[in-house]
C-alpha cells in the first residue's frame, strides 16, 4: 500500500457485542441555535445537556429527548446533578451570575443569584453536604467567594479570599469526597488551590506556578488531579499530586486552539482530556492513574461549543462537539462511546497527539479570608425548547500524501509535484533530496522544484492529520546534463584576442548566444558568452564573463601622475586614487594611494587593477614658490624714452602700496597703484639726484601673508 498508517488510523466500532450503548446524536432546535459546553449524566443514565445560548436538554440514555427548557437572556456554564435527579446549573444572565435549580422534569425549582458575571465560567459541583459554586461581587475585583448552597437555595454561607494586592480569577471547584471542597482560582502568577470544609474553613492551599488550573479532581485516596493550560499556551498541562503538595506526574499533551482543551477525573482514576487537533476534528484522549496515555480517538467536530467529556455509569465516555463545517452554533452532536473511545456504526479515528513530561513547581502562599454575608436575588424565566434529535454520523475525509511527479528529468530543470489528496491535512512536510532547491518545503502545493544533481532522488511527502503522521514517496531520476565549463569569469591585461573552449566528449551540439555552433570561440570584446551543449536527452549551459583592461578602464593610463615642478616650501601630495584600482605598489615602498614627495628625484608607481598591472615613471623637481619683490638700483627720468620711470614687480606677489623717502627720511612719495610707476618728482618739480630709500607693502599669493619690502635707488639725470 502506498499509505498504511492512515488507512488504519480510520477504524470502525469493533463489531462484538458490549454492554455500553454508543450513538451519535445531532440535536437541534427551530427556536434558536444550540452550542452544547456542558454535559452531565444523570442518575438513570441519560444526559443534561447546557448550552451556551441558555438551553437545557434532558435525553434518556439512549439519546432520547425527554425534555427542552430555553432560559431567557442566560448562558449555561457548567451542570452537576444531585443523586434525586435535580439538575443545578452555573449560569450567566444578563449582568450577574445565578444557580439555577431544575427537577428532573424540567420544572424550575428555584434561581439565586450568585455574584457579577464571571466571564471566565465558574463551575458547581455537588455532594451530600450541598452545591458549591465560585463567583465575585463585582465585575472588576480582587477577592473571589466560594459559596456553599443547600439544596433548597438557601446560602449556607459565603467565604471571600484575597491576596495582598492581587486579583484573582475563581473559576474551578470539585467535591473532596464527600468531606470537604476544593477551589480553585488564577492570576498572572499562576493557580491558588484551596481545600475548604463544609462549614467555609479552609484546611491547606498551594500555589501551582504558572499554570492556569481550570479542572479539578480527587483520587479515592485522597489525592488530587489538576488541569488547566500556561498563559498564552494551545496544550493541556495535567497533574497529580499529594495533598502536602509532592508531584507524582505531571504531562503536557497537545492542543492545536487556545483553550479547547479540558479534562475529567474519573472514578477509577483515570483521566479523560478533551482537545481541538485542528482541521475540524476533536480529539478525547483517556490517561491512566499513573499518566500513561491508553488511547487517543478523533471526532468530527467545530473547535468552539464542546463540553467538558465524562465517565458514564455503563464504563463508557461521552462529551458533546458542535456538528461540523457549520459556520454558527446552530447544531450539536452529543457522542457517547464506549470504553475505548468507539461509537458502533460511526468512523472514528485513532488520533496522536504529542504528550509528554512537563516540569511545575507547588508551594505554599499567604492570604486572607473571612466568612461574609450575602444578599440577592433573581428572576429567570424557563420556556419549552422545541427539538430535533437525529442519529449522525459524518464520515472523515482523510488526507493522503499521494502525489504525482515526473520520473526523469535532466540535472539542472524542474519538476512539480502534484498532490492528489493533501487537503485537510494539518501540516505538509516535503523532502526532494540533496541538491534539490528547496531541499523542503512545509507548503501543500511546493511548486516548482529544481534538481542541480544527477542520481536517484527520493521525493517524499508526509501529512500530518489528527498528530498522526503519513508519508508517500517516488523516486525521480535525475539525468546529467552535457555542461559545458568556459572556465571562470576572467580578466585579460593585455587587449589580445582570447579563446574560449566548451568542448565535450562524445555526440554533443553546441549553440552559442550569437547563433555560432563551434564550441570553440575566439573573443576580443568585453561581454558575457553562452554557450548551450545538447546531448540526446539533455542539455547544459555554462557562461562566462570576459573583460579586457584596456576596455574596462579606458582612460586610466591617462590618470597616472606625470612629471611635476613643486613648491620646495612644503610637500608634495601625489594621490593615484584612480578609479578601478585596487593595491599600488610606490617605489618608495609604500603601498597606499596617496603619498607625500619632499625630494626631488625620479619616482614609479604600479597601480594594480584587479590582477593588472598599470606603471608609470615621473621626476619631482622643486622651486620656491615665495613672493620676491625687484627694484631697479637706478633711474633716470629726462625723458629721453629710456628708464625713465622708477617701477617694481613681484614674483608671486600683489604690489599694494609703495612709498619713497629722501635721505633726510621725508616721504616725497606715494601710491596705492606702484606698477604706475614713479617719475622722479615731488609736487610737480624735479626731485634732486640722489639716492631714495623705497617701502613696498605686497601680498604674498604663496603664503597670502601681507609683507613690506624695502630698498634703495639711486635717480640721476643725464
Not at 498551594?206 to 483520587?219: F, R
Not at 468512523?347 to 454575608?373: G, K, N, R, T
Not at 536517484?456 to 539525468?479: I, K
Not at 623637481?621 to 625713465?644: M, Q, R, T, V, W
Request: hydrophobic share 40%.
Amino acid at each position: 500500500m502506498k499509505h498504511p498508517v492512515l488507512l488504519l488510523l480510520l477504524l470502525l466500532s469493533p463489531c462484538f457485542v458490549t454492554s455500553q450503548a454508543t450513538y451519535q446524536k445531532l440535536i437541534s432546535s427551530t427556536a434558536s441555535g444550540l452550542g452544547g459546553v456542558a454535559l452531565a449524566e444523570a442518575p438513570d443514565g441519560g444526559f443534561v445537556v447546557g448550552g451556551v445560548s441558555g438551553q437545557i436538554i434532558k435525553l434518556d440514555a439512549q439519546g432520547v429527548v425527554e425534555w427542552g427548557r430555553q432560559l431567557d437572556s442566560a448562558a449555561v456554564f457548567d451542570v452537576d446533578l444531585s443523586p434525586s435527579g435535580d439538575i443545578f446549573l452555573s449560569i450567566n444572565n444578563n449582568d450577574a451570575q445565578a444557580l439555577l435549580s431544575v427537577d428532573a422534569g424540567g420544572q424550575m425549582n428555584w434561581t439565586v443569584y450568585t455574584g457579577k458575571p464571571n466571564f471566565s465560567n465558574g463551575q458547581v459541583a455537588v455532594s451530600s453536604a450541598g452545591i458549591v459554586t465560585v463567583s465575585r461581587r463585582e465585575v472588576i475585583e480582587k477577592p473571589f467567594n466560594i459559596q456553599q448552597w443547600n439544596f433548597d437555595g438557601n446560602l449556607d454561607w459565603m467565604l471571600k479570599i484575597e491576596l495582598p494586592d492581587d486579583t484573582l480569577t475563581g473559576i474551578s471547584v470539585a467535591d473532596y469526597l464527600g468531606g470537604s471542597w476544593l477551589a480553585a482560582a488564577y492570576n498572572s502568577t499562576g493557580t491558588y488551590l484551596f481545600r475548604i470544609s463544609h462549614d467555609g474553613n479552609p484546611f491547606w492551599y498551594w500555589h501551582i506556578a504558572g499554570l492556569w488550573v481550570k479542572d479539578l479532581g480527587v483520587y479515592s485516596n485522597g489525592q488530587l488531579f489538576a488541569a488547566g493550560s500556561f498563559p498564552g499556551s494551545n496544550d493541556v498541562v495535567m497533574l497529580r499530586f499529594k495533598h502536602d503538595g509532592s508531584i507524582i506526574w505531571q504531562k503536557r499533551l497537545q492542543s492545536l486552539i487556545q483553550n479547547t482543551g479540558v479534562a475529567t477525573l474519573g472514578t477509577n482514576g483515570d483521566v479523560l482530556v478533551r482537545t481541538y487537533m485542528g482541521n475540524g476534528l476533536a480529539g478525547l484522549i483517556k490517561i491512566d492513574e499513573s499518566g500513561d496515555m491508553q488511547w487517543a480517538r478523533g471526532y468530527p467536530s467545530g473547535n468552539f461549543g464542546m463540553s467538558r467529556p465524562i465517565f458514564t455509569s455503563d464504563g463508557g465516555v461521552a462529551m458533546l462537539v458542535p456538528k461540523p463545517n457549520q459556520t454558527s452554533l446552530a447544531e450539536i452532536v452529543l457522542i457517547k462511546a464506549d470504553a475505548e473511545g468507539y461509537v458502533e456504526g460511526c468512523e472514528v479515528l485513532d488520533i496522536c497527539p504529542q504528550y509528554e513530561d512537563v516540569q511545575l513547581d507547588i508551594s505554599a502562599f499567604e492570604f486572607s479570608s473571612e466568612l461574609i454575608p450575602f444578599f440577592g436575588n433573581i428572576a429567570v424565566e424557563l420556556f419549552s425548547l422545541p427539538l430535533d434529535i437525529t442519529p449522525f454520523c459524518q464520515p472523515v475525509q482523510l488526507p493522503l500524501p499521494d502525489f504525482d511527479i515526473v520520473d526523469t528529468v535532466c540535472a539542472g530543470s524542474h519538476a512539480m509535484p502534484t498532490p492528489l489528496m493533501n487537503d485537510g491535512a494539518q501540516a505538509w512536510e516535503w523532502e526532494f533530496g540533496p541538491g534539490a532547491v528547496p531541499p523542503v518545503s512545509s507548503e501543500q502545493f511546493p511548486g516548482n522544484v529544481l534538481f542541480t544533481q544527477p542520481g536517484a532522488h527520493t521525493v517524499r511527502q508526509t501529512v500530518v492529520f489528527g498528530g498522526c503522521r503519513d508519508s508517500f514517496e517516488q523516486v525521480v531520476n535525475v539525468l546529467p546534463a552535457p555542461i559545458p565549463d568556459l572556465g571562470p569569469d576572467t580578466l585579460i591585461c593585455e587587449d589580445v584576442m582570447y579563446q574560449l573552449d566548451g568542448s565535450l566528449p562524445g555526440d554533443v551540439s553546441y549553440l552559442w548566444e550569437n547563433g555560432s555552433s563551434d564550441p570553440v570561440r575566439t573573443v576580443s570584446q568585453n561581454g558575457t558568452y553562452v554557450l548551450t551543449a545538447t546531448d540526446e536527452l539533455c542539455s547544459g549551459v555554462d557562461s562566462v564573463k570576459v573583460r579586457f583592461f584596456g576596455q574596462t578602464w579606458p582612460d586610466a593610463a591617462l590618470q597616472l601622475p606625470g612629471d611635476t615642478l613643486a613648491c620646495e616650501e612644503q610637500a608634495l601630495l601625489i594621490d593615484a586614487a584612480i578609479p578601478g584600482a585596487t593595491a599600488w605598489q610606490w617605489s618608495t615602498g609604500a603601498d597606499t594611494a596617496a603619498i607625500f614627495i619632499d625630494e626631488p628625484g625620479q619616482y614609479s608607481l604600479t597601480a594594480y587593477f584587479e590582477h593588472c598591472p598599470l606603471m608609470a615613471s615621473f621626476t619631482v623637481d622643486f622651486a620656491s614658490c615665495s613672493a620676491k619683490i625687484y627694484l631697479p638700483n637706478a633711474f633716470s627720468p629726462n625723458n629721453d624714452g629710456i628708464n625713465d620711470l622708477l617701477i617694481p614687480f613681484g614674483n608671486n606677489a600683489i604690489l599694494e602700496n609703495m612709498k619713497i623717502f629722501n635721505r633726510w627720511g621725508g616721504m616725497v612719495y606715494e601710491t596705492d597703484h606702484p606698477d604706475t610707476g614713479w617719475d622722479g618728482t615731488v609736487k610737480g618739480k624735479a626731485a634732486a639726484t640722489g639716492v631714495y630709500v623705497v617701502l613696498i607693502k605686497y601680498l604674498d599669493e604663496y603664503t597670502g601673508e601681507e609683507k613690506w619690502y624695502s630698498g634703495e635707488v639711486v635717480l640721476v639725470r643725464n
